[in-house]
Each structure stands twice: as structure tokens, then as C-alpha cells.
């Protein structure tokens, strides 16, 4: 009996309590709010109360992880809830003056059967509003005992009390809202109620989570007060699909849709703002900028993004860092924008610093500890105390940088560098990198004047890293930058060209330029889609009256399987003892085939185009398949009666039977309309079940002579291949690229220049081989020549005036800084 009860006791009991327990079917939940305890809130209180403010209470609930929520709208500071469903709860309460929100706070409650009812006293906050206030002034000594004070007009409290100074300002202040007064006083009669003491004033009345510019401006011994305007340092980057713009010292706003810039209403603004313009003037409305004033003038300085990883090349890959390590040489100052921009700590020369990315946010490690975390959104500066300061970042090697450096977390969550410099000191290192310091002194400086145009150009117009911040990149999809130590001839042509830049119709000159030609300057519209009227294609030949025409294929042939350096040299080809004057790549026919294969957007033609192939592309085809194919089996004949006239005569008859080709038509017209024709063999020598390549036309180039569009014949059909597949084609990965100096390289990804033509070596039954490119020239071909500019110099006597005016024609040598 008794082990019975303790059963009941025990065990049934409690199950019975639960079930009981269980059927209850709501929870309550007791909310009341309570206010600040402050003397700015209890003002601002008073002040709606005395306002005769209406105040309205809204309570938001939810349930984490449920799909309970509600909102609930109420005159009451307290409020009584019945909820259902057990779980983690937040209650949110805002306080309401018509659809300003004036209070905010929140809260938590855990609903379960240990409490039925719960009391939950929400603790209010105000909602602050942001105050920018920033400095407009000609002399940092008109501002010496000058503070500002900003003073509560409903309690004559002084809530923001500050010497005007550079080092501190612009400041952005939470400030409560209401009503308040906005004084510049003299230093000495801050304490004083004469009227002698005060400067400027203005007042202000503050609304809850607004935006509020203030501009203090002392120009030419007046001080005024400005509201919804603001002087700001630099611009340091901006998105241009949600119109936000960041500057250095003040932060992230938003651009209006209405927005004007210098005075004109500008809806394509992202062509005419770029990173690092400095001192401009906002406007602002309801908290966008509608307007931006800078005076207008040539950038001096250039942000370059750093990269991570290159191709072989040199061009960009990547510009993300796990992690980034500085090691300064001289002193450098680490400030950070993180709400507000402030100095973080002063970096020894010497001492390394290392830039990290967690889950908690960004931090530095030191020697002595390590500071943070900083916001993800954070973005960090380190400037140089001195001139001659340099920095080495251990994930670039060992060349040293100059300049100021901002670190920021990119899309990917990784590293970005973003180096700020001068123009000029950018420019040391990029020719030192782009052009060896053996060439003449003549041609360094046409290399600087053109790379310092081209910089420019690219800062004016070039946007794509906008976002992070930088106006180019450091690789060779630009310019090489710190590729190489600057080297004192680069720096001194830099030097005295300093400012120069080539000017076409009052805006830099597209000046492009690459590493040597193969005799013939491309036309940029075959790269960039756009006429350049001063970039023209020519043969790239001097000091001859030798007429040169490479306007078909053959004549194109010819001159680049020409080899030879001292006929070149005499033709007026100055570049043509480079070894990458005159290249070659051999392909076997059955790799060319099986990558024809695999290409995309291939176009197969009618067999019978094969002849009106070697009537106009190749008309000397004829004559090698005769030679293979007839003439050397007769020759070689032990039949004493060969009949040398009658092997003319059938060669003849062949060239005889080809259809008539109208030259005017295009050649695609011609492949279309022609009729079916079987195809004429000289002898039974195609094999039916393996398909070869007969031969490879080249049949379209642009107006620069870049191959557009080929035509593979094989025995079983016509393939034609275009643009960016063609390159595909003839990739020379993993191939042995021959040079004309007999220099062979296995590196090349691409080949050295789109500059090219086919030769295809046939086997005595007429079947491809090898296919032979011969090429000349290694770079886009557009611009300027650095090879030739060198051969003018020193050979042809040419000052880099002359130079540049021969490769950009019609533009104008101008100093701009």
C-alpha cells in the first residue's frame, strides 16, 4: 500500500499537474514603458507636453523562429497582451508624435509554463539625430580663439562646447531633438553674456532620426553659420546603382535623383564624379545631396588599387588579401573611419602591422597587442608623417610604396589596397616598369608624358573600381606600377616633363602605347569599338620612299615570313632587330582539328567554296598542288615521253575551269549564293573515314589588319571561325612561340599579337602537314611603339616632342599642373 502511494506520489501526480497545466491556452504579458532618466529627455518631453503633442505608443511583437508577430497601436504607456504560443519573445515600443518617431526601445520575455503572467518594463531611448558639422577657411589661424557652443533653448543648457580646430573637425554629433541655438564666441568671453563675445549665430530645430549639416565659414574676416551646407575633404568612392557616395573624413550619404554638379543638373553623374576629387561643397535636402560644387582642374593625384595575384603577363587576377602585413620605413599615423574618423595610433618605423578580418570585424595586431574590432563597414588610413616616407607590404614583396594607403574590406570579404599618390611619383615607378633605362633619355620622357595622359585620361573616365575607391589598378590591364624600382633616368624624365600631358579637344588624349610592332600600327576601333580621329593604322616604316602594300593576304605573307634584319632595316623598319618584330607558332593539323571541334559558334560552309577559297585567297595554291600533285609524279616517272609542254598546258586547263570571282562582292555574299559544284581532286587521295584539314584561309581582317574571321577546308568540310574563337583556335598555350632573334618561348597564353598570318604546309597528297602562324609585334598594336620610340631617338635624332607627335597626330603638348 504504501510503495502504491508513493507511486501516485511520485509519478502520476506531476503528469497530472501537467496535463492540467497544458490546457491553459494563453500567456500575459504586462508591458509598461519607461522614460529616460536624463535632462535631455525630460525636456524634450516637457516640450511635447507644452507643444500639446498628441503621443502615440506602438508595440511591435514577435516571436523568434514562429510566425506569431503583431502591432499594436495604443494612447497608453502600458499594455496588457495575451499570447498563445510559448517561445522567445521581443517587444519593441516606439513613441509617436504623427510619423516622427521621437522613443524607441526593446525587449525580451521567454514565454513557458513557469509563468503565466510576466511584467516587462520597456526601457525608452530618444532618437538621436546626426549633426555634421565641418570648416570652410583660407587660414587655419583665423580660427585661433574660436569655439563653438551649442546651447538647449528650452533648458539655456550648453550641449556642445568645442574650440574650432582642423585637427578635430568635421565632427559628427548625436544630438537630442528640439530646439536650439548655435553660437561662434571668442575664446576669451566664453563665459561672458556680452554681446561682444559673440561671432555668428543661428538656430536650429531639431527633429527626431534627421540629418543636419552645419558650415562653419570664415572668408575674408567674416564668420557666418550655414545650415544644409558642408565642406568635405575628398571623395573617396561611390555605387553608382544605389547613388551612395563616401567621403574620407565624413562618411556615407545618398546622392538626390534631382542632383546638379557645379551647376548643372547632371542625371549622368558618375561620368563627371571620380575617386578623389577634394574640397567640395554639398547642398543638402531632407538629407541628400542635391548639390556639388568643386572647382574644376586636372587631378594631381592618382588611387591605385593594389593587386593580389597577375597573370603571366602582368594583367590583374585578383585584388583580395586574406590578410595585409605593413612595415613602414620613417613614422606613419593609423586613423579609421568607424562612425567617425579619429587617429587609432602612430606606427614606428620599423615596426610591422598586420590588417585582419574576422567574424567579429576588422582589428590590427601589433608588437604590443591587438586593437579592435572595427566595424566591417570601417575603412583605415595610414598616412605618412614626412615627404620620404615609404612603406613595404609584405604581401606585394619587397618594393617600397609611397604615398597614403586605405584598407577596406572588398565584396569577397578580403583585403583591398588602395594607394593614394601623387601623379608624379606614380609616374617614376610606371616608367621605370614600362620601359627599360637603357633607352634614350628622348624616349623616357615621351613614355612619361604619354603615361601621364593616360592617367588621366583613365581618372576622368574610367569607373570600374568606383566602389572600392580607385581610379586604376596596378597591373598591365593599365599601367605596370612598382613592377620595378624607380631608376634615376625614368624619374628625371618624369621630372622634366612634370604636368605634361597630350590634349585633344580640351580633354586628355586617349594615349595608348605597347611594347613593339611588327611594322604596322592597329587601329583602335578593333579593340575599343570607337574611331580615335588621331590613332590611325600605317606601316610603321621610316627613312624610305619604298612603297608597301599589305592589302591581301599573300603581300601580308610574305612580309611576315620575312626574316630577314637587314632587308627590313633597309625597308625602314627600325624595330626590326627586336626578337618580337617577327614570331611563329607551329600547330599540327590534327590538334587544330581537335580544337575546331570543341569551339563554340562554329559555321559550317558548302564544300564547293573550296575553290573560290583558292581563287582569291590563295591563287599560288594552284600552282604548289600542281607541282605535288602532277608535276613531280610525271618528273619522277621512269616514262621517257613526258611531254613538258603538255604539263603546262594541263596547268593552264586547271586555272582555266575556276569560277569568275567578282572582287567587289564580300566574301560571305560570295559563300552563300554560290552554286553546288562538286569539288575537282587531282588524283584519288581523300580518305573517307578520317577527316584531315586541306588548308586554313584567312578571310576577314579588320581595318588595323587584326585577323577577324578564318576558314578551315578539310576533306569532309568548310568551317568558318570568328572573332574572340579564332584566338582560341591558334592558342599557343603549352606551344614553343619562336622569335626572329631565336628566342623560344613555352609561356604564352595568348599569342604576343593579334598581328598574323596562316601558311599551311602540305604533304605530297595535298593534306595539311603543319599550319604555321607567322606574327609580328608583341601587344595591342595601338599607339605608340616603346621599341621604336627608342630606334628614333637614338637612330633617327627625334626629341620626344617629335615622337609624340608622329604617334598622336594632331593632339597638343600642354601643361595642366
Sequence with gaps: MNKLFYFLTIVLLPSLFNVLTFSQESFTLN?????????????????????????????????????????????????????????????????????????????????????????????????????????????????????????????????????????IFPLMIDITPGSYKVDIVAENNVTSNSTKALLSTTELKIQPGRFYPLMVSFKKETLTLSKNLAKVSKLIAFDINTREVIFEREGKYKLSKSLSINGKNNSSWSNVLFPGICDLYLVFEDGEITSISYEENFPSR???????????????????????????????LLFVFDNTYYQVMKIQSGCVVRFQNSSEGLS????????????????????????????????????????????????????????????????????????????????????AVASRTYTLSKILSDRRYARLGANIDDSTNFQAYNFQKPNEKASKAVMETEGEILVYRGKPAETFYFAVSGGYLMDPADVFTSKIIYLTPKIMSFGTEMPLSLDDEMALLNFLKNWNFSLLRDLGFPEAINGYFRWKVEYSPEELL???????????????????????????????????????????????????????????????????????????????????????????????????????YVTRRTPGKYVKEVIVETNKGLYKISDEQVLKLFSPQG???????????????????????????????????????????????????????????????????????????????????
Design 31 to 167: 508591458i509598461s514603458l519607461k522614460f529616460p532618466m536624463d535632462f535631455e529627455s525630460d525636456a524634450l518631453i516637457n516640450n511635447l507636453k507644452i507643444a500639446g503633442a498628441e503621443l502615440s505608443y506602438v508595440y511591435e511583437i514577435s516571436i523568434f523562429g514562429g510566425d506569431y508577430s503583431a502591432t499594436i497601436s495604443s494612447t497608453s504607456t502600458v499594455l496588457s497582451l495575451e499570447v498563445s504560443q510559448q517561445g522567445l519573445y521581443e517587444i519593441s515600443a516606439s513613441v509617436m508624435v504623427g510619423k516622427d518617431t521621437y522613443f524607441k526601445g526593446v525587449a525580451t520575455a521567454t514565454v513557458d509554463y513557469s509563468s503565466l503572467t510576466q511584467d516587462i518594463e520597456i526601457l525608452l531611448k530618444p532618437v538621436m539625430s546626426k549633426m555634421l558639422i565641418t570648416l570652410d577657411i583660407n587660414d587655419v589661424d583665423e580660427l585661433k580663439g574660436k569655439r563653438i557652443l551649442i546651447t538647449s533653448k528650452d533648458s539655456s543648457r550648453v550641449v556642445f562646447n568645442e574650440l574650432l580646430d582642423v585637427s
Design 302 to 332: 592618382v588611387r591605385v588599387l593594389l593587386s593580389s595575384k597577375q597573370t603571366s603577363v602582368g594583367g590583374l587576377l585578383s585584388s583580395g588579401f586574406e590578410q595585409v602585413a605593413v612595415k613602414p620605413h620613417q613614422d606613419y
Design 364 to 447: 590590427v595586431e601589433t608588437a604590443d597587442g591587438i586593437i579592435g574590432p572595427f566595424q566591417k563597414s570601417s575603412r583605415f588610413y595610414i598616412r605618412p608623417l614626412s615627404k620620404d616616407s615609404s612603406i613595404e607590404i609584405a604581401e606585394k614583396g619587397k618594393n617600397k610604396y609611397s604615398g597614403t594607403f586605405e584598407i577596406i574590406i572588398d565584396n569577397n570579404g578580403r583585403l583591398s589596397i588602395i594607394n593614394d599618390l601623387s601623379i608624379e611619383e606614380y609616374l617614376k615607378s610606371v616608367v621605370s616598369s614600362e620601359m627599360p633605362s637603357t633607352y634614350h633619355p628622348e624616349a623616357l620622357k615621351a613614355q
Design 594 to 696: 581537335r580544337i575546331l571541334k570543341s569551339l563554340k559558334g562554329v559555321t559550317t560552309l558548302n564544300l564547293a567554296n573550296a575553290e573560290i577559297l583558292k581563287s582569291k585567297y590563295k591563287p599560288t595554291e594552284l600552282l604548289t598542288d600542281f607541282v605535288n600533285l602532277i608535276l613531280k609524279p610525271r618528273l619522277s616517272s621512269e616514262t621517257a615521253n613526258t611531254n613538258i609542254t603538255k604539263v603546262e598546258n594541263d596547268f593552264f586547263e586547271i586555272m582555266s575551269t575556276l569560277p569568275e570571282i567578282q572582287v567587289q562582292v564580300s566574301t560571305t555574299q560570295q559563300f552563300q549564293d554560290i552554286s553546288q559544284e562538286s569539288i575537282q581532286h587531282y588524283g584519288d587521295f581523300s580518305d573517307i573515314q578520317q577527316e584531315r584539314i586541306i588548308n586554313v
Design 735 to 817: 606551344k614553343k612561340v619562336v622569335l626572329r632573334n631565336g628566342i623560344v618561348r613555352s609561356d604564352f597564353s595568348s599569342l604576343p599579337s593579334s598581328f598574323f598570318t596562316v601558311d599551311v604546309v602540305k604533304n605530297d597528297y595535298g593534306y595539311a602537314e603543319k599550319v604555321v602562324l607567322y606574327g609580328g609585334g608583341f601587344g595591342h598594336g595601338i599607339g605608340m611603339s616603346q621599341v621604336a620610340v627608342n630606334f628614333l631617338a637614338k637612330d633617327y635624332g627625334w626629341d620626344y616632342i617629335t615622337i609624340l607627335s608622329f604617334f598622336y597626330p594632331g593632339t597638343v603638348l600642354s601643361k595642366v599642373y
